[in-house]
Each structure stands twice: as C-alpha cells, then as structure tokens.
Nanobody, 121 residues
C-alpha cells in the first residue's frame, strides 16, 4: 500500500516562501509520476508534477516561475519550493501519485491527506 505524507504547510505573508515535502512509503517503484495538487472550490488542480523515469516536469501556468518541484530518490521524498506566494495560492496542497501514464498532473491514483497553505497579510 502506497502511503504519502506531506509536511511544510503554514501561514505566510504574500511574497514569502514555503517548501512542502512529501515522503512516500510502500510500493513506490512502479509509479509513472508524482506531484502536487491543490484543492480548489471548482475541483482539484494539478500544480506541479514530475515523471518517474525521465524527470519531465509540469507546472500550472499560475505557478510557473515561482514554484519548483524536485525529488530526492534516496529519501523517497518530493519537494515543492514555493516562492513569491500570493493570496490566491491559499489551498490545501496534497501529494499524489499516478500509476499508469498520460499528461502529467492530469489525474492521480493515490494521494496524501494534504497540508494547508495560507497566504495572508
């Protein structure tokens, strides 16, 4: 059973930074991609994902140039560095894994509980 545990959320002022971490355990060797989504009133939004094999990355237009996804395979951890945060980035962010294939960040098969990110002055 694949498990994902997020950490690093919190309350920050606009313009500041946060780094989210997602540690995986269980069967992790066969997933296609891993990444970060956020819960929005209209549905879940794929924020940034990275392919398991080739490291190809995806970023939502709203975060390009501000967020960076990275991974440490030895620690089985994926990070999301979020800079220049805006109030509209406020959401519950969760880590998720896609097992099969397709466009990065278009869907997921397993997800973590999520961590709250609040950007407010």
């Amino acid at each position: 059973q694949l498990q994902l545990v997020e950490s690093g959320g919190g309350l920050v002022q606009p313009g500041r930074s946060l780094r989210l971490s997602c540690t995986t355990s269980g069967v992790t060797s066969a997933y296609f991609a891993i990444g970060w989504f956020r819960q929005a009133p209209g549905g879940d939004e794929g924020v940034s994902c990275i392919g398991s094999d080739d490291g190809t990355t995806y970023y939502a237009d709203s975060v390009k140039g501000r967020f960076t996804i990275s991974r440490d395979n030895t620690k089985k951890t994926v990070y999301l560095q979020m800079n220049s945060l805006k109030p509209e980035d406020t959401a519950v962010y969760f880590c998720a894994v896609e097992m099969l294939g397709g466009p990065l960040c278009s869907r997921f098969d397993y997800r973590g509980q999520g961590t709250q990110v609040t950007v407010s002055s």
